[in-house]
């Protein structure tokens, strides 16, 4: 697989939208989840659960893959990107609490309803 970064058009699709579905895969089959995202200097973050199944996928893969689309019944008006990268699962630290405090500022909700705290989440950063 040949890696290249995001373009800015790219980057600026994905930070827009507000749900990316993430594509796993492990000794089960394939796996994918809708999930939270930001996208930040051409990498994707998502908070998840710690033992969820994409987490378990990523710990022995490394790999993640990514669409967002958005739809229209003028086909013309047709958009979406896809991604497929390294992943790296953030468990406590630095590189945790900045991605946090970006999930948050896009998602105020994030913090009262279903905060990430590294007792019981991850987050998940996805390098293109």
Not at 42 to 71: C, E, M, P, Q
């Amino acid at each position: 697989m040949e890696r290249r970064g995001l373009t800015r058009k790219e980057a600026a699709f994905l930070q827009r939208e507000r749900v990316v579905r993430v594509a796993t895969a492990g000794p089960d089959g394939p796996h994918v989840v809708p999930v939270c995202h930001v996208v930040h200097q051409g990498v994707i973050y998502f908070g998840s659960d710690r033992n969820g199944l994409k987490v378990r996928h990523i710990a022995r893969t490394r790999r993640a893959a990514l669409v967002a689309d958005r739809y229209s019944e003028n086909w013309g008006r047709l958009r979406g990107v896809s991604v497929r990268g390294r992943a790296d699962i953030l468990r406590a630290g630095p590189a945790f609490t900045r991605a946090r405090a970006l999930l948050y500022r896009k998602y105020p909700q994030y913090e009262r309803q279903a905060a990430l705290e590294p007792e019981e989440s991850v987050i998940v950063r996805v390098r293109p």
